[in-house]
């Protein structure tokens, strides 16, 4: 199998998970479709994927890289306890960039908001 096949593959099983997938549960998913598929391999694929800016690359607490489809602009929930990412539905707030690019004197071209909390799941577990 050719790389470029490698990488199309890659960033499909990506495009087809919502849950912002890790390195090691692509990995899962790439070896049903190649077994002999190394973890570097989809290491190094994913993070040329976030460098070209297919998909986008999301550090979570405890340094593990998720990986996100939805390159548009949006904001992260990050739970503290099962390490999940969820999208944030709310608007982005365009004079945020503005008040930033004000007080640093630059140009702003983005930003990037992560929330850190208990995720709904957690609490309920939490209470029962
Ligand atoms: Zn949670
Ligand atoms: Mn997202």
């Known amino acids: 199998m050719n790389y470029s096949r490698q990488?199309?593959?890659?960033?499909?099983?990506?495009q087809s998970d919502m849950s912002h997938p890790t390195v090691d549960s692509v990995y899962q998913a790439l070896r049903k479709e190649i077994p002999?598929?190394?973890?570097?391999?989809?290491?190094?694929?994913?993070n040329l994927l976030a460098e070209s800016?297919?998909?986008?690359?999301i550090e979570s607490l405890d340094g593990t890289a998720h990986f996100d489809f939805n390159t548009g602009?949006?904001?992260?929930?990050?739970?503290?306890?099962?390490?999940?990412?969820?999208?944030?539905?709310?608007d982005v707030a365009p004079e945020v960039d503005k008040k930033a690019?004000?007080?640093?004197?630059?140009?702003i071209i983005s930003h990037d908001i992560s929330f850190q909390g208990i995720c709904h799941e957690c609490l309920k577990l939490k209470k029962n």
């Not at 990488?7 to 990506?14: D, H, S």
């Not at 002999?36 to 994913?46: D, F, P």
């Not at 800016?53 to 690359?57: A, N």
């Not at 690019?101 to 140009?107: F, Q």
């Open 73 to 90: 602009k949006h904001y992260h929930f990050i739970c503290i306890h099962c390490n999940k990412v969820y999208d944030i539905p709310c």
């Open 7 to 14: 990488r199309e593959l890659i960033l499909k099983i990506v």
């Open 53 to 57: 800016g297919e998909i986008r690359k």
């Open 36 to 46: 002999n598929v190394s973890l570097a391999t989809v290491y190094r694929n994913l």
């Open 101 to 107: 690019e004000e007080l640093c004197g630059g140009k």
